[in-house]
């Protein structure tokens, strides 16, 4: 029997579950300042897949990078599900929000 499409089906399910809590935080922590940090790793980790032989190792590096840029857009419409008040503000950025509103 062959468990590569279980691996990387599986592999696939839990980043992506774990890149949901990853844009939630860092938008309540940092904003969207930090957007470019996503683009870097994301980019860092297709390229990566690009020379790994192992075919499992290269989808999850893949699968990582997809859900890194992803995310950039995720980061953003985070804000707005903020800004209609579906999550909660950081007291300590509040003022970041009146301005861009």
């Known amino acids: 029997m062959y468990f590569t499409g279980i691996i990387i089906a599986v592999s696939t399910f839990l980043v992506i579950g774990i890149f949901h809590p990853i844009v939630i935080k860092m ?9 470019w940090v996503f683009l870097l790793l994301g980019t860092g980790s297709v390229a990566a897949a ?28 985070q804000r707005k599900r903020v800004l209609r008040g579906w999550f909660p503000k950081n007291p300590k950025r509040a003022g970041e929000y009146e301005q861009k509103a």
């Open 27 to 35: 938008e309540y922590y940092t904003g969207t300042r930090f957007w």
């Open 50 to 77: 690009l020379f790994v032989a192992d075919v499992v190792f290269s989808s999850i590096l893949g699968v990582i990078g997809a859900s890194f840029l992803w995310s950039i857009g995720e980061l953003f419409e």
